[in-house]
């Protein structure tokens, strides 16, 4: 998930005194919110070259 933000903000809060306004913490809850969601819904397939489905390649085999 993309909790950079969040940490950083964090990490400026208690080490620099920075207080975030509400414009900053409500973009960092947007890419949090969205991260959430890419990682709970995203796809298992795995990338492949040019797009091409996994079932359409041909398979390799590695030689020992």
């Known amino acids: ?3 950079e933000p969040a940490i950083a903000t964090a990490i400026g809060l208690r080490v620099l005194g920075q207080t975030p306004g509400p414009a900053p913490a409500a973009g960092i809850a947007c890419v949090v919110v969205a991260g959430i969601g890419v990682t ?23 030689a020992s």
Do not use: D, I, K
């Not at 709970?40 to 590695?62: K, L, M, N, W």
């Open 1 to 3: 998930m993309s909790l």
């Open 40 to 62: 709970r819904t995203g796809s298992s397939r795995t990338a492949t070259a040019a797009g091409t489905p996994p079932e359409a390649q041909p398979y390799v085999q590695e």
